[in-house]
């Protein structure tokens, strides 16, 4: 199983984000990385990523407007074939070399709106039906909850928005996997009556990933540089295997 994560790193132009991208990886051991919201222009975009991870192969669509989705990867262990580009996800076929095992991974950062996250539902939905028999799982910041129980403190999520999550949820024949960590992912950063917490991000999977990696789960860890927490897949040798070379973890 591949070692993947998401996190939205809630900007990516600071030393220190760039750091704790690189401790996270070689924390956790992560081979496939969707960070979002890096808030970094085109012109910046390469000393970034070769400053962040050394070595490793980058996707970024720059074509779509604010380029929220990054993708990397350890090219040594992981291939990576981009299928789908939408303003709000970016769906790919990753291959674990090692194992020859073969994933769907689509990786999105919804929309804060709720009629822009009607695309995005829609979007997933398809990809869902253009699926036979491969895994996949669906990561990232949905930018939705699913009921009040996903939120702490006074928020203005709508019946409507929480019930055409769970509906897509559904209708795309998804799969909640199990998770250890923090149960609300995102924090406003403020203090007292303003302070509010939710569950904005997670994993799901389809049938045929519990069938072939029934154990598979993610940790939601600690924020670190962001507002949000990253998420990450735990394999039983996740923390065994040798770091790809020319990580910068310091």
């Known amino acids: 199983m591949i070692c993947a994560a998401a996190w939205n790193v809630r900007g990516l132009n600071g030393v220190a984000h760039q750091k704790s991208v690189g401790q996270l990886v070689g924390e956790f051991n992560i081979k496939f990385l969707g960070l979002l919201e890096t808030r970094v222009r085109a012109s910046n975009a390469q000393s970034i990523q070769n400053y962040t991870l050394p070595s490793w192969k980058w996707f970024v669509d720059y074509n779509e407007p604010g380029s929220r989705i990054w993708l990397t990867w350890c090219e040594e262990e992981i291939g990576v074939e981009i299928l789908v580009v939408d303003k709000q996800f970016i769906h790919c076929r990753v291959t674990n070399k090692g194992e020859h095992t073969k994933c769907l991974i689509t990786v999105l950062y919804g929309a804060n709106e709720l009629i822009a996250r009607r695309e995005m539902w829609q979007g997933l939905i398809q990809i869902s039906r253009s699926i036979s028999d491969e895994p996949w799982m669906v990561m990232g910041d949905f930018n939705a909850v699913l009921d009040d129980s996903e939120v702490s403190g006074n928020a203005a999520d709508t019946s409507a928005s929480m019930a055409e999550f769970s509906e897509c949820i559904t209708d795309s024949e998804l799969h909640h996997l199990p998770f250890t960590g923090a149960n609300f992912t995102w924090h406003n950063c403020s203090d007292g009556e303003r302070s509010l ?24 860890t600690n924020p670190r540089t962001s507002d949000h927490s990253p998420l990450i897949l735990q394999s039983q040798d996740s923390r065994k295997k040798p770091l790809c070379s020319d990580l910068r973890i310091t």
């Open 197 to 220: 917490w939710k569950r904005l991000d997670r994993m799901l999977v389809n049938e045929a990933w519990l069938a072939k990696w029934p154990q598979s789960k993610y940790i939601s």
